[in-house]
């Protein structure tokens, strides 16, 4: 309840931040139309990525199934291949130790998308509003506005973190196109790099009640020969609410770690 | 000292979670405690408690278990360890011998048990 307060009221916000910015457009984008048509699909609800196999071919790890966005790797240019082998990811298979980590997410930098889906896995919820589809991620309390209304990106949008992300619906699956972002995030847990290009486009589809399913598709010519991504599954939790998750919560055992790295264990 | 060296192989799951090969996964250590700490906080939680062996010798354990949010998914709540209380601890103890064990379940007095969902870790 005291989310969904938070969330009005951070749309409240946006709607007056957003005016500012209207004088540098020839279309008045910012103002969202009070009254829409209702979405052709409810993707409401708190969703959790499934931890279930999708199939018994093989074993599949925890961390393939809720903390990544695929098991293939991707084919990436030489440019961003030397970034890939700079990233020093703290968790996955190509960890080091957190001494030696430059995730950003260590200092508690936005994850960006899809990272903030995987960063730890948690659970996001999503909630229809008149003219826009708002996604809440329990990670660092960071909230999407999937703008419904018919807008079009900016012809020149500013570089964030976050992006900038339009939603059409095609049928009952919502397709959420995300550009406009800032080159300081990683891509997934394991330090994917991606340049201010990125442009990321999901299919969000609701299969059934207690199902929903992502397919992420990742497009930056500059760090990616031809594009990727994954499909994810989402399993909802009738029960739960987000929680409150504060990155910088992670300090301390961050400072202890640090002090005790290199120390043998007695 | 003895701190310090709990706390670095404890802070292993919450960012660095090859820290999850710290702990044996292979079997299970049982032990009954009484507890001394219980700290429900974020990204992990603590259960403190001394167990006290055969020969009368009193060592101090600690119980890690995810993250607050999780556990009170899973209807844990800040009251609800307290000092004194004689539980059953069953986890995956750490394979240096320190006295770290990552919590998969929790024994009550009545025979109730809690068990620890550790879906929210990766390296499982």
Known sequence: MFLRVVAVMLAGAAMLAAAPAAPAQTKKTSAVKAQSPPPPADLSGVWRRSRRAPDKARKYTIYELAFALTSEEPSMTPWAEAKFKANKPNIGPRSVALSESNDPILKCAPPGIPRAYLVRAEPIEIANIPGRVLMIFEYDHFVRNIFTDGRPHPGDPNPTWMGDSIGKWDGDTLVVDTLGFNDKTWLDNDGHPHSEDLHVVERIRRVNHDTLTIDTTIEDPKAYTKPWGGHAIYDLKPDWNLGEMVCEDNDTYQDMQQKSEGKAPQ | ?124
């Open chain 2, 1 to 124: 000292m003895a701190l310090v060296i709990c706390v670095a192989l404890l802070s292993a799951p919450a960012f660095a979670h090859h820290g999850a090969s710290v702990y044996d996964s292979t079997k299970l250590t049982t032990f009954k405690g009484t507890v001394t700490e219980f700290h429900f906080m974020n990204p992990h939680t603590e259960i403190i408690f001394d167990v006290t062996g055969a020969d009368g010798k009193v060592d101090k354990w600690t119980g890690e278990a995810p993250s607050l949010t999780a556990m009170s998914r899973l209807g844990w709540s800040k009251g609800m360890f307290k000092p004194g209380d004689q539980l059953t601890f069953v986890g995956n103890a750490a394979k240096s011998g320190s006295h770290i064990m990552r919590l998969r379940k929790v024994v009550f007095p009545n025979g109730k048990e809690s068990v620890i969902d550790r879906s929210e870790d990766y390296a499982e």
